[in-house]
């Protein structure tokens, strides 16, 4: 005998039927129907969306549209123009991150980039994690050398900064 999916069926007892509930007082399932009395729930439709508070102004409305987003990846750099270069360093100098720190130009932490206003005269070596253009292009105009010095988080993206909220 071959069996056909119309022939399938569960087997004997392992299945029940439903519970047939609010068919009158004769049954355990009469008048209230398990729904207990009164109240929103007990009524036709007995549901509650995802967030409702009962009629009360829910939270997402009260809360207002947060706009913009803040990027917790930015790389913020620390800004020197060559006109402060020329003016505290002589010619020939090393300019290092920590000479510029020595003099108070940069913060302890970050990163630092070189800027292209004023004009450059002198002859120096800048070791920055970052150049622009016109700066790389009047120091070594001068005869100077740009070095470039790696970010701290190497060739990955940056750490996120901030907390959970950050993005919110």
Known sequence: MTIKVHDLKPAK???????????GIGGVGGKTAGRGTKGQKSRGR????????GGQTPL????????GFNNP????YQAINLDTLAD??????DVTI?????????????LVKVL???ALDKQLTVHAH???????????????RVEIVPSPWGDRRPPARGNQHTNR
């Not at 007995?46 to 508070?53: I, K, L, Q």
């Not at 990846?73 to 913020?76: Q, T």
């Not at 253009?133 to 001068?142: H, L, V």
């Open 73 to 76: 990846f930015r790389v913020e």
């Open 130 to 144: 970052g150049f622009s253009a016109s700066a790389r292009q009047a120091i070594e105009a001068a005869g100077g």
């Open 46 to 53: 007995g549901t509650v969306n995802r967030g409702f508070e």
């Open 60 to 67: 997402h409305r009260k809360a207002p549209k947060l706009k």
């Open 13 to 23: 007892g392992s299945t029940k039927a439903k519970r047939r509930v609010g068919r």
């Open 88 to 93: 505290i360093f002589d010619g020939g100098a």
């Open 116 to 118: 292209g206003r004023g």
């Open 98 to 110: 920590d000479t510029l720190r020595q003099h108070g130009l940069v913060h302890k932490h970050g």
